[in-house]
């Protein structure tokens, strides 16, 4: 008990509330009601006679204001000011709330209920004082009055934390807990095991963490197989350990669902017990990202050791379900298995995703007879679902939708929408995270439920999850940065029937402070000042500054390494010299810095700030805006966001120079690395013209594609080209990969920026 008293006083630190209206999230109904409560001296919390579910929260309570050091209070089943009622008809987690003079009443027919209405009446609070558990001085708390009547739109709303490829200790996993509980997440789903790590203690197989939770050294940067840290990583939970954090989040209404991989992403396993490999060659526990080949192979000795592990797994965590992944597991080593292959015959199963299905529903009939319930990634619906099992849906929603119509329960965790590891705003400004993007507006934008299922099928959607992977996510400040405040955008996808997104930004600046004072340093990547060039005329380029805030101000200065620039506000697009320097940061009224201070050099050309058209351009790397060739911005070779890259057809783009010039030069700059599978284009052809019908060939030429694992800048330059209007450029694609490369499964793409015509 002494634990939950110093953690929850560590949760609900200062912040300033006052209304209904400022609750993430929102509620399904809540009214402001004239004046509010003022707690007294020792208050009493009158409680239901005998009742142990309302006794756990008015506790919680309790503690949370003898920590900011507010007076004595008391329970009592006698009278009281403040109320707990009893109500069986409201579902599980439901609630009421009201405040008004004469008191509070909180009603519910479950713990979750009373612990959700408790968290609403937390940011009611107008008093910072109330969440000082540090000064200790005397103050009155003060509740604003109002009545709230709520429930969750989805049983299920989750967070996965990745401890795998990086490992997060007791306290941060905690600290994490608690703010999920915040913000009514009830489910918190812990990936333990990996190709790059073992981290659950499993007494039976001590070489679990004695071998598979070390791996020798990381890989440095995006997916690079070239360069390493050169540093041992290890770390592991303790079976006591995992003990002490399960019930810890049972106090918070969280049921911690633990993943155990199989049968891919489990090569940290078969470092430990090589035996579980189709070939039992000794390996190394992975010190790569990405997809590994060598999974586990269906063996009598491989099921009888998932029966051993996933035995003192469930005497850990009694939660109902029990997650064993089942997604991204190459067949080759099964192709290859004389084993397998006779195994399929003797199961007449009819290839090798059937066999995986096997493989499934053997862990699921072992689960079930345990009394849990099996839930994997949506791959498991590949080769036939078992009976029982339950779809967690990450390659979109088509896996749910399919699985909702063949009527398995689904838990929606899209990557397009609950990747948390995913950059927020422009990835050139982001810290290192996975290569996609996906900002605060799309995260709140996602509806679970899919408008193609039909209205009995929609029951089979139980909830949402945000998952956050951890491969470039090194430790609690960059997962605090990662998690929030998309996580607050989740939860609300998860609770809230009615959402309005202005209305939630509206709040989250309230809750902004909530997360710094639970020293959060949550992304404000929101705000941050996007960046556009056009050109007006002929050598007349105009910078325009813009936040999605519209309420906010910019500064901005064009001093180079000031340590005390001279700040301008933004009113009109700024004019561009050939080469300029911009910093900028957005602020609010009152001049409080709201978003990340950025920066960019622009070197203009003739063709800068004018639009282009370009075949298989990738949302993800597009020069940091929609003109990345154009944009006077030179891709950087340690920031790969800087480049436009064109997917894997063939580069074929154009531009209209709006009137005939006479340049001294035509520079197309492309990356090469070698590692990323990012190659030269093997012929590229410029052509320009002056009516854009008649072409002439100014440059025609075979790229040579040399073997270099390293990073560099291969620029083409065409001199003299003469007078012409409109550019065109060609480049045939590499194409599929060859042995010398790291993914033989991908073709090669072309990066290229920027287009300088001078």
Not at 312 to 337: C, N, T
Not at 407 to 433: F, N
């Amino acid at each position: 008990m002494r634990v939950l008293i110093i953690t929850l006083a560590t949760l609900f630190t200062n912040f300033v509330y006052g209304q209904t209206n400022n609750i993430i999230p929102k509620p399904a109904f809540a009214d402001d009601l004239p004046g509010g409560f003022t707690l007294r001296e020792s208050e009493v919390i009158r409680l239901e006679p005998g009742d142990s579910l309302q006794r756990a929260v008015a506790t919680q309570f309790l503690h949370r204001l003898a920590a900011s050091g507010f007076g004595s209070m008391r329970v009592s089943n006698q009278n009281g000011r403040i109320i707990f009622t009893k109500d069986s008809s409201l579902p599980p987690e439901a609630y009421r709330l009201r405040v008004d003079p004469s008191g509070i009443e909180l009603t519910a027919s479950s713990f979750g209920g009373y612990f959700y209405a408790l968290q609403s009446l937390w940011q009611l609070s107008s008093d910072l004082r109330l969440y000082d558990s540090v000064s200790r001085k005397k103050y009155t708390p003060f509740f604003k009055s109002c009545s709230i009547s709520d429930q969750p739109r989805f049983g299920y709303r989750g967070i996965m934390l990745d401890a795998a490829r990086h490992f997060f200790p007791v306290w941060y996993v905690k600290k994490l807990l608690r703010v999920m509980s915040f913000y009514k997440y009830n489910r918190f789903h812990w990936h333990l095991t990996d190709d790059q790590g073992w981290r659950i203690e499993i007494k039976k197989y001590p070489l679990l963490t004695a071998v598979g939770a070390t791996r020798k050294e990381t890989a440095k940067g995006y997916y690079s197989f070239h360069e390493f840290d050169g540093q041992p990583y290890s770390g592991y939970y303790t079976q006591e350990q995992i003990r002490e954090v399960v019930a810890y989040a049972k106090q918070l209404n969280i049921e911690v669902i633990p993943e155990i991989e199989m049968p891919g992403h489990s090569l940290a396993a078969i470092a430990a017990y090589p035996a579980l490999s189709c070939d039992p060659s000794p390996t190394e526990v992975k010190t790569t990202w990405g997809v590994e080949t060598n999974i586990l192979c269906p063996t009598k000795y491989t099921f009888r050791f998932l029966e051993d592990v996933l035995t003192e797994v469930m005497a850990l965590f009694p939660s109902r379900y029990i997650h064993v992944g089942g997604d991204e597991a190459p067949k080759l080593a099964w192709q290859k298995s004389a084993f397998c292959q006779s195994l399929i015959k003797e199961k007449g199963l009819k290839d090798e995703h059937e066999l995986q299905s096997y493989f499934i529903k053997h862990i699921d009939s072992f689960l079930t007879s345990k009394g849990r319930r099996l839930i994997g990634w949506d791959e498991i619906l590949e080769g036939g679902l078992s009976a029982g099992a339950t779809v967690m849906s990450w390659r979109g929603t088509k896996g749910g939708i399919e699985a909702a119509k063949m009527k398995h329960d689904v838990i929606m965790s899209p990557y397009t929408y609950c990747y948390l590891d995913y950059a927020q705003g422009y990835m050139m400004d982001e810290p290192l995270s996975y290569r996609d993007m996906l900002p605060l507006d799309s995260v709140y934008a996602f509806d679970p439920v899919p408008a193609t299922l039909a209205p009995d099928e929609r029951r089979f959607i139980k909830g949402v999850q945000g998952n956050l992977w951890s491969e470039y996510v090194s430790g609690p400040t960059a997962a605090d940065y990662q998690l929030f405040p998309r996580a607050l955008a989740l939860a609300e996808n998860g609770w809230s029937e009615q959402k309005s997104y202005p209305d939630f930004l509206r709040r989250l600046k309230y809750h902004f402070g909530v997360l710094a004072k639970q020293g959060i340093k949550a992304s404000t990547a929101y705000y941050d000042v996007q960046y556009e060039v056009k050109r007006r005329s002929m050598g007349k380029y105009f910078l325009s500054l813009k936040s999605k805030d519209s309420s906010l101000l910019i500064r901005y200065s064009d001093q180079v390494n000031a340590k005390s620039p001279q700040w301008q506000y933004y009113k009109s697009p700024i004019a561009l010299s050939e080469n300029s320097f911009i910093q900028v940061q957005p602020v609010s009224n009152s001049g409080a810095i709201m978003g990340k201070l950025t920066s960019r050099v622009f070197e203009t050309s003739l063709l800068t700030g004018l639009p282009y058209q370009a075949e298989d351009v990738s949302k993800r790397y597009n020069g940091g805006s929609d003109y990345g060739l154009t944009n006077g911005i030179r891709g950087q070779i340690d920031n790969e966001f800087t480049w436009v890259a064109i997917g894997t057809d063939n580069l074929q783009f154009s531009i209209d120079a709006r009137e005939q010039i006479s340049p001294e030069q035509i520079q197309i700059n492309f990356l090469k690395w070698q590692s990323g599978g990012i190659l030269l284009p093997t012929q590229l052809k410029i052509e320009v013209s002056a009516d854009g019908k008649t072409y002439r060939t100014v440059y025609l030429a075979p790229l040579e594609n040399r073997l270099y694992p390293a990073k560099y800048i291969y620029t083409v330059s065409v001199d003299n080209p003469g007078t012409f209007r409109y550019l065109k450029v060609f480049g045939k694609n590499y194409g599929k990969l060859d042995t010398n490369y790291y993914n033989q499964s991908n073709r090669s793409s072309i990066w290229l920026d920027e287009v300088f015509v001078k």
